[in-house]
Each structure stands twice: as C-alpha cells, then as structure tokens.
C-alpha cells in the first residue's frame, strides 16, 4: 500500500477518538469562557463575593445531583445521543441569558435559575463524552491508557482557550459576549458528535442483539442498574478512596476559581485578564504535563508519579496568591502546577477505565464523578463565605494546608498499591489492541 493509502486508512482508524476528543475540546472550552464571564459579571455588578460564589453554587449543584442518577439513562438510551441533546439545550439557555440582559429582563434570581437549568443539563452531556472515550481508544486500536492521556491534554488544552479567550473577552467586550461564545462552543460540539463520530458509535450498552446474549442493562429497570453501579463502587476500595481524596481537592478547586481567584485579581488591581492569564499558565503547562504523560508514563511508576503531582499541583498555587508577589511570580507557580497537575488526571482515567465493566461505565463514572464533584458547588458558596468572613489572605494559607494534608495523608492507605498491580490488564480484565509503534499498552 502506498504511503499515501496507509496515511488515509490511518486517519479513518483514528476518526472515533478525534471525534470524542474535538467534542471535548470545544465543548470544555466553552464551559470554562463562562466561568470567567459569569463570575465577574456578578462580581462588579453586585461587588458581593457571597453573591459569587452563589452563582458558582447554583450551577454545579445541580450538575452534581443530576450526574449521580444519569449513568443508568446514558447505559440505556446511549451516550453519543445524550450527548448531543445535551449540548443543544445547553446552548439555548446559554445564549437566553445575554438576550434577557440585553432586553433588561435579567434579575438575578433569573439568572441563577438559568444557571441552574445550565447545570442540570450539562451534566449528562460531560458524562456521555466521557464515557465514550474507551469505545473510541478501541475502535481507534489505541490503547486505553494513552488514550485517557490525550483526553488530559483535550482538558488542559481547552483549559488554557477557554480562559485565555475568556479573560480578553472580558477585558474587551464584556462578561456576556463570553456567554454568546459558549452557546456557540455547544453548537458546534453537538455538529460533531452527530456528524463526525462513525456510525454506530455512542450506542446503549448491553443490547443482547448486539452483545451476542446476555442481560440488557435495561432488563432490571432503572432503579436496579442504579443499585448496581453502587454497589460495584463500593466493591472497589481504591475508586472509593480516590473519590474522597479528589472531593475534598475539587472543593478547594473550585472555590479557588469561582471566588479566590477573581478576588485576588480585584483587589490587587490586575483585572479580569490576569484570571484568564494565570489559568492560561496552569493549562498551557498542563497539556504538556498531559502530552508527556501520553508519551512515557508507561516507563513509569503510577503511584509515586500521582503524588508528586498533587505535592506540585496543590498547596503552592494557594499560597503564592496569598503572598502578595508580582503577576509574572504567580504565573510561574500556576505553570509549575499545572505541569505536575498534567500527569493526573490521565492516571486516574486509566486506573478507573480498567476497573469497571464495559457495561457499566456510565453507572460506575456517573456515581463516582457525583462523589468527587460533591465538593464543587459548596466550593464556591463556602469560599465566598470564608473570602467574607476572614479575609482574602487568610483563607488561602488555609487552603492550601487543607490540600496539601488531604493529598499527602491519604497516600498512607494501603489500597494504593492497586494502582500498580493493575497496570495493562485493560478493561475488564482484556487488554486493548495495540498501536504498531507501541505493543505494550501504556499508562497514563
């Protein structure tokens, strides 16, 4: 076959996971353009960081409520449909709150129902991605692991477009042309997942017709699949602890984004495109902590490599902006972060993937990610209390001793050791096609 004949089969191999990955890339990058914009719209209109960190409430309260009971509906009516209606209905209400600004019609408790709806609605739509990412590495004859790494670098990527474009659209236009790109940014993520993603891909899992026999996953109705996904979470001590440990990390996450963050920005005086530029730095170092990850980290061990990466991800980014240094200092140290943070979340997706039954990955994924997102939309409301309370200062050199002990006291546990004794068993106990230049399957 010529070069050219075997550069084109090699695009076609890869289509499912270029597909998955797109619809990430540009969905996420939407959803992080609003969480500059929508902040900072209250924040100088109310001057509150209570206010704030309300909003960030009344969005991820719901995204987490509802993540936690959709994983029987994606297993039963399939992920790439979800996806898609997701996406659409998200970029209606997201495009409702300028026109009602526009309009002078939007109150605020409008818009922390609309925010709310944008929640509820979103997170169906992230699980169904999500879990179509081992369908797309197996179609796509490439391992799981590295492709879970090259989903890192999909959310370190549109974490460094998102709040770079964010911050200036800001700075430049103002909070609700960021809203009008993120119902653009769902638009086109719905356009790829129905027309990019191949035929047949997306489908409910555990069709007897297409699974060759056995139980439907909607055989035992909702409420049994449900109990089943529970109950294989609790089977798992490793998955339990790991969801622990990142709950109490994205709490402190997201009340660094939604409150610490754009605070920080205020009241040193460097504005809305310092919030994009010191989330830029994290992202853009993180992709190349993810893209490095996806390269080499099977030549590595996971266990110390996932550690260092919460000891260089964690407290420092809390206490440089505690400390009063310059904007290029803080930038430094977010980029610091971020590479360590890079090497994460490829870990986690691999050990998680590995461990749970094909069939049961949007039950499993949906309650799991319920539990460590439980955290999130106390983050903000909770950091803007604290912010209000106590003090800027303060409350980040207490965040950041929080982070560091909950990352670094929970390692102590034994079940970790299962990080490494799992390593390139594959999905359910079969390990996936290789790529040519790599047989061994790889861990990210």
């Known amino acids: 076959m010529s070069s050219r004949g ?16 797109t619809a990430l890339l540009v969905a996420q990058s939407g959803t992080r353009i609003s969480a500059i914009a929508i902040p900072w719209f209250v924040l100088v209109t109310t001057g509150s960081a209570t206010q704030t960190g309300l909003v960030a409430f009344c969005e991820m309260g719901p995204y987490v409520a509802i993540k936690a009971f959709t994983g029987p509906l994606v297993d039963r009516v399939g ?18 709150i300028p026109l009602l600004h526009a309009g002078g019609m939007l109150s605020f408790g409008v818009l922390l129902a609309l925010v709310a709806v944008i929640g509820a609605v979103r997170s169906p739509g992230d699980l169904a ?14 391992p799981l692991e590295r492709a879970t790494g090259l989903e890192g670098v999909v959310e370190r990527l549109s974490g460094t477009v998102g709040p770079a474009v964010g911050g200036a659209l800001v700075a430049l236009v103002g909070p609700m042309a960021g809203l009008g790109v993120n119902a653009a940014c769902f638009v086109l993520g719905s356009l790829v997942v129905a ?17 060759g026999g056995g139980v439907s996953a ?16 609790r089977g798992e001590p490793l998955l339990l602890t790991l969801c622990a440990m990142i709950g109490v990390t994205n709490l402190l996450d997201a009340a660094c984004a939604a409150v610490f963050v754009p605070v920080w920005a205020k009241e040193s005086g460097h504005g809305p495109a310092a919030i994009g530029l010191v989330w830029a730095a994290f992202s853009v170092t993180g992709t190349v902590g993810s893209l490095v990850a996806a390269a080499v980290a099977h030549r590595l061990r996971r266990r110390p490599v996932f550690f260092l990466g919460w000891l260089v991800t964690g407290a420092p980014r809390f206490l440089v ?8 200092a803080v930038a430094v140290v977010m980029g610091i972060g971020g590479l360590g943070g890079g090497f994460l979340n490829p870990i986690i997706g691999a050990v998680t993937y590995e461990r749970i039954p094909p069939e049961m990955v949007g039950r499993v994924r949906g309650i799991g990610q319920a539990l460590t ?15 209000a309370g106590a003090g800027l200062g303060p409350v980040l050199v207490a965040a950041g001793v929080v982070y560091f002990l909950t990352t670094h006291l929970a390692g102590l546990r034994p079940e970790w050791r299962e990080m490494d004794r799992h390593r390139g068993r594959g999905r359910a106990g079969s ?8 047989a061994t399957p790889s861990a990210s």
């Open 321 to 328: 902006l505690a400390s009063g240094a310059p904007l290029w």
């Open 431 to 438: 390990v996936h096609p290789a790529t040519p230049a790599d």
């Open 6 to 21: 075997t550069g084109v089969a090699g695009r076609a191999r890869l289509r499912p996971l270029a597909g998955i990955l």
């Open 79 to 96: 992920p790439r449909r979800i996806s898609w209606v997701a996406d659409v209905v998200s970029a209606a209400v997201a495009l409702l």
């Open 373 to 387: 997102w439980a955290g999130i939309p106390l983050g903000g409301l909770l950091g803007g209390a604290a912010v």
């Open 218 to 233: 909607a055989e035992g109705g909702y409420w049994h699949s449900l109990r089943q996904g529970f109950a294989f979470l």
């Open 129 to 142: 991605k999500d879990v179509m990412i081992p369908e797309a590495a197996e179609r796509s004859q490439v």
């Open 195 to 211: 027309v990019a993603l191949p035929r047949g891909m997306g489908r409910p899992h555990g069709r007897p017709a297409e699974r």
